[in-house]
């Protein structure tokens, strides 16, 4: 992998702003209507180069404790070993393995994903905005994600059958990334 400076703006190391960020997921609930969350607490950090994609990289950790779905009863449920066992795995991450150009702004990101002690390799399209100075002189490129997994390769597996049919809790969960990360100077 050959090394080349950009000139791009987008290119350098970044840190991510919790304040500005939203780690968050949707399934489907009673086979008939989706429930959000997110996770309040995260860091991660980077390195981007718009010249040469493959030079980039990034990781992410979110506390397992701070999952938020607006539902005190379903985030405690959420807590226990039924879920994610915040007390045995504290921590989900993220780790960059490769990332390709996919587009203009567009990029294909493939990475480790760990959950409840267990590390599957996921590809997702990652888009990219920006860059924009903020008022207090930081300058900020935006990522988005939207991925779709099966939570039950992390063995996140509990439900419950419904009288009608199907299950409580779908198998499939869309993860919904929406940060903003700061330039280091």
């Known amino acids: 992998m050959s090394s ?12 991510l702003d919790p304040s500005h960020t939203r780690i968050g997921f949707v399934a489907r609930h ?24 493959a030079a980039s990289s990034f990781s992410a950790t979110i506390q397992v404790a701070s999952i938020n779905t607006g539902n005190a009863d379903r985030d405690n449920h959420l807590r226990t070993n039924d879920f994610f066992e915040p007390d045995t795995y504290p921590e989900i991450t993220f ?26 390799s996921i590809a997702f399209d990652l888009e990219v905005s ?8 930081n300058e900020r490129i935006g990522l988005e994600v939207s991925v779709q997994v099966n939570r039950k390769d992390w063995n996140l597996s509990w439900n419950a059958p419904l009288e009608t049919g199907g299950v409580l809790i779908g198998e499939k969960v869309t993860l919904e990334f929406d940060v903003s990360a700061i330039k280091s100077a």
């Open 130 to 137: 920006g860059p924009a100075k903020d008022p207090f002189g």
């Open 95 to 120: 780790a960059s393995t490769a990332i390709e150009a996919a587009g203009d702004d567009t990029y294909r990101v493939t990475g480790d994903l760990t959950m409840k002690g267990v590390t599957k």
């Open 4 to 15: 080349t400076t950009s000139t791009d703006p987008r290119t350098g190391t970044y840190s």
């Open 30 to 53: 009673a086979m008939v209507t989706k429930v959000r969350g997110a996770f309040t607490d995260v860091t991660g950090s980077g390195t981007f180069d718009a010249g040469n994609p």
